[in-house]
């Protein structure tokens, strides 16, 4: 049994990958559950090192790694490498300071003593998505293995040559059999993954509609997960900001990855008394942006994954602009091979349109005009997501003061919203729950035990 992938520069069949069945899945999750015994029983020392190594590995081979990216789901290459770098800095991180989040606490008690230690749990399963293979791997796996845990990656069916290379990175890195392996599944077999006794805890990064069935499966069986789900991020431009640097960034978030991105700067709220001049500002930098193939390093925006996405982006605009926005540059189907959709920037949306209501993956900004920065806020939560947030102004406790009032899990004063190691990242609402990275994450996937110390007999 075997999943094809389709090159979505070329719109042609790519290479077919193995998948497991039921079977050879239960063997992988037992042999992971086997190595959690010893894993578990390694010095910080000891896992860092390795995960160093995996980090080296990867950058030895970044060309390579990052042309799988590129190939399989559109990734252009400057962004893929950055990709693999960014994944290797990730295991670094934990590698370095995985020990310090760990440390135990001392706590007031009626004990002679009395603590809490970090523990690991076992195997941990990571559900991952397309758009950023290496990255959301080694935000899953990094630190659920320095804390001692095993990992089994389930990878996007439309990655597996991504999800291979990964694997090879550990493995070429000496990682002990067992401690961090690969799992090509069906979508139909994750379900018996998730309630097979073996695993322990569950990390999902995908759309609200998936993570909900995850989210329920996993409750059933009493199991802990973390949810990264969809975001629609609101980017907040008031009047006294620098414009010129906020155009720049809010640009730059919209189309990497070709927008394909939870965090992209998704809804751009404009006070009204800069709107036009904002909007033009937007339109000018929009239409410097080179669509092509993603291998070429001029290109700025590769294509969307699939095809099914990419017609799903067009709808979205229609529908929108036959809602009442005004296209102000894209909006077309391209003719030709491969599944690419132009650059795209609608304004005057509302909340009635199906671009405000819906996440749109893809390389589309769309703009609104507020009142002024109350206004602002209140358009920003009219989402039933959560994720990130941008404000941009030249008022830096007015920004620190109105990031209280946005319902996300991340805001961004004058910057872009980005994940960061050392920082956590989540959503509230629809985004999903938990945290990853930072010392949050690595707590996700602990047993925080309680150590009660009474005096001393005889």
Same mark, same amino acid.
């Given at each position: ?228 789900? &969809?975001?629609?991020? !609101? /980017?907040?431009? $008031? #009047? *006294?900001? +620098?414009?010129?640097?906020? %155009? ?89 091979? &491969?599944?690419?959709? !132009? /650059?795209?920037? $609608? #304004? *005057?949306? +509302?909340?009635?349109?199906? %671009? ?94 309680? /150590? ?7």
């Amino acid at each position: 049994m075997s999943q094809t992938v389709i090159n979505p520069t070329t719109g042609k069949t790519l290479h077919e990958f193995p998948v497991m069945d039921p079977a050879q899945r239960d063997a992988i999750l037992e042999r992971s559950e086997v190595a959690y015994r010893d894993w578990r029983k390694t010095s910080f020392a000891e896992r860092a090192a390795l995960l160093r190594r995996v980090a080296e590995v990867m950058r030895e081979d970044r060309e390579r790694l990052a042309l799988l990216m590129t190939d399989e789901m559109g990734k252009p290459i400057r962004e893929a490498r950055g990709e693999v770098d960014k994944a290797a800095w990730c295991a670094e991180h934990y590698a370095d300071h995985a020990e310090d989040y760990l440390a135990s606490e001392m706590l007031g008690s009626d004990a002679t003593v009395s603590y809490v230690q970090y523990l690991p749990i076992g195997t941990v399963l990571g559900i991952l998505p397309w758009n950023a293979p290496f990255w959301l791997a080694f935000r899953f796996a990094a630190p659920a293995l320095m804390a001692g845990n095993t990992c089994v990656m389930k990878h996007d069916a439309h990655v597996p040559a991504c999800a291979a290379g990964i694997m090879e990175s550990f493995e070429k890195a000496g990682v002990p059999q067992g401690v961090f392996q690969n799992l090509p599944l069906k979508t139909e077999d994750i379900q018996g993954a998730i309630e097979t006794e073996c695993v322990r805890a569950i990390s999902f990064t995908g759309s609200d509609r998936a993570g909900a069935i995850v989210a329920a499966t996993a409750a059933r069986q009493i199991k802990p997960a973390v949810l990264e789900l &969809g975001g629609s991020d !609101p /980017v907040i431009v $008031l #009047a *006294d900001a +620098d414009l010129e640097a906020a %155009a720049d960034t809010v640009v730059l978030s919209r189309i990497i990855n070709a927008g394909q991105s939870c965090i992209a700067a998704k809804r751009i709220i404009i006070e009204e008394s800069i709107y036009e001049r904002f909007l033009d500002m937007m339109k000018t930098r929009l239409e410097k942006l080179t669509m092509g193939d993603p291998r070429e390093e001029s290109t700025d925006v590769g294509p969307i994954a699939r095809d099914d996405l990419r017609d799903g982006l067009h709808r979205q605009v229609q529908a929108s602009i036959e809602a009442g926005a005004r296209c102000l540059v894209g909006g077309e189907m391209p003719d030709g091979d &491969g599944f690419f959709y !132009p /650059v795209t920037f $609608l #304004a *005057d949306v +509302d909340d009635s349109m199906v %671009a405000f209501c819906e996440e749109t993956f893809g390389p589309i900004a769309v703009a609104m005009s507020a009142r002024d920065a109350d206004h602002a806020l209140e358009i920003a939560n009219s989402t039933q997501y959560g994720l990130g947030a941008a404000v941009w102004t030249g008022d830096t406790a007015k920004a620190i003061n109105m990031a209280r009032d946005i319902e996300t899990g991340q805001v961004a004063i004058n910057g872009i919203v980005k994940t960061d190691p050392r920082l956590p990242s989540g959503g509230v609402k629809r985004s999903g729950y938990g945290r990853e990275l930072g010392p949050h994450g690595i707590k996700m996937f602990v047993n925080a035990q309680q /150590v009660w110390v009474g005096p001393k007999v005889g």
